[in-house]
Nanobody, 116 residues
Framework: QVQLVESGGGLVQPGGSLRLSCAAS????????MGWYRQAPGKQRELVAT????????LGTESVKDRFTISRDNGKNMVYLQMNSLKPEDTAVYYC?????????WGQGTQVTVSS
């Protein structure tokens, strides 16, 4: 049974930081491309960032460039999203994903709210 469990969300003031974590189980973690998506109220889900099995990263949206960093620890089956200089428009539910060929799994999401 595949499980992706996110943690680390919460309420933060503009300019603050959060680190999201995703614990994966039930997959051969090291071969999967891991990613983070987000969905804001009334908006479509968008890709934030991905990290390939070899560690190469891509950003899904320019709006997080120089502020968000994705990383992974294959020894712990964990993927992280470090979010700095948070803005109100970063408010969304953040989802962890795991993809390998046609296999694509999602976590349940964690809420991030950026507000003063």
């Amino acid at each position: 049974q595949v499980q992706l469990v996110e943690s680390g969300g919460g309420l933060v003031q503009p300019g603050g930081s959060l680190r999201l974590s995703c614990a994966a189980s039930g997959i051969i973690f090291s071969i999967y491309t891991m990613g983070w998506y987000r969905q804001a109220p009334g908006k479509q889900r968008e890709l934030v960032a991905t990290i390939a099995s070899g560690g190469g990263t891509t950003l899904g949206t320019e709006s997080v460039k120089d502020r968000f960093t994705i990383s992974r620890d294959n020894g712990k089956n964990m993927v992280y999203l470090q979010m700095n200089s948070l803005k109100p428009e970063d408010t969304a539910v953040y989802y962890c994903t795991a993809q390998y060929h046609s296999y694509h799994y999602w976590g349940q999401g964690t809420q991030v709210t950026v507000s003063s």
